[in-house]
C-alpha cells in the first residue's frame, strides 16, 4: 500500500507557473505507475498526467501538452507535476494517484490510491 500528500497549490496569475508534489509513504513507491488527476466544481474528474514506474515513459492530456510537465524521483518518494503558461481553465483541485499496474493509464477507475487534493486557482 501506499499513501500520497499532494502540496504546491495556491493563487496564481493566468499565465504564472506553479510545481506540485506529491508525497508517498511506503518502501514500494518505485513499482507505482503514478498519475495527476483534476476536478473543477460542478466538473468531472479529468485526466491530466501520468508517469511510468521509472519515469520512462510520460502521457498527457491534450489541453496540457506543451505546457505540463510529470516528474518523479524514486529517491525522494515524490512525482511532481510543473505547471506552465497556466489559464483560468486549469483551475481544479488536483489529485495525485497511484496503481500497481506498470502500464500508463488515462482512466481514474484504475488507479487504487489517492492523495486528497491541492487546490489550484489561476485568476484571469
Known amino acids: 500500500q501506499v499513501q500520497l500528500v499532494e502540496s504546491g497549490g495556491g493563487l496564481v496569475q493566468a499565465g504564472g507557473s506553479l510545481r506540485l508534489s506529491c508525497a508517498a509513504s511506503?518502501?514500494?513507491?518505485?513499482?507505482?505507475?503514478m498519475g495527476w488527476f483534476r476536478q473543477a466544481p460542478g466538473k468531472e474528474r479529468e485526466f491530466v498526467a501520468a508517469i511510468t514506474r521509472g519515469g520512462s515513459r510520460t502521457s498527457y492530456a491534450d489541453s496540457v501538452k506543451g505546457r505540463f510537465t510529470i516528474s518523479r524521483d524514486n529517491a525522494k518518494n515524490t512525482v511532481y507535476l510543473q505547471m506552465n503558461s497556466l489559464k483560468p481553465e486549469d483551475t481544479a483541485v488536483y489529485y495525485c494517484?497511484?496503481?500497481?499496474?506498470?502500464?500508463?493509464?488515462?482512466?481514474?477507475?484504475?488507479?487504487?490510491?489517492w492523495g486528497q487534493g491541492t487546490q489550484v486557482t489561476v485568476s484571469s
Open positions: 494517484a497511484a496503481r500497481e499496474s506498470a502500464l500508463l493509464s488515462t482512466h481514474n477507475f484504475n488507479y487504487a490510491y
Open positions: 511506503g518502501r514500494t513507491f518505485s513499482t507505482y505507475t
